[in-house]
């Protein structure tokens, strides 16, 4: 059964930083490039950056310098270490496969609110 657990979000001022991470059971996860997705109230669900199973990563624009993408195939999860927040990063987070021709079931999700 394929599995996606987000952890980590919260409320943070701008400048803050969160540490999210995603657990990932049933699928062959050390073989999955994996992605981190956010969908902000109004708006569609947007890819945030991607990570390789070797360890390539990518970032859309607006996070790069800002959100580091790393994973621990041993475990089984990714992680998207955020600094430097803002008030526009404020989203539900959730990871999924990267390859959209592969999506698994979407978790719950993880609410970040960047606010002072």
């Known amino acids: 059964q394929v599995q996606l657990v987000e952890s980590g979000g919260g409320l943070v001022q701008p400048g803050g930083s969160l540490r999210l991470s995603c657990a990932a059971s049933g699928i062959i996860f050390n073989l999955r490039a994996m992605g981190w997705y956010r969908q902000a109230p109004g708006k569609q669900r947007e890819l945030v950056a991607t990570i390789t199973s070797g360890g390539t990563t990518t970032y859309v624009d607006s996070v790069k310098g800002r959100f580091t993408i790393s994973r621990d195939n041993a475990k089984n999860t990714v992680y998207l270490q955020m600094d430097s927040l803002k008030p526009e990063d404020t989203a539900v987070y959730y990871c999924?496969?990267?390859?959209?021709?592969?999506?698994?079931?979407w978790g719950q999700g993880t609410q970040v609110t960047v606010s002072s």
């Open positions: 999924n496969v990267a390859d959209v021709r592969l999506w698994v079931s």
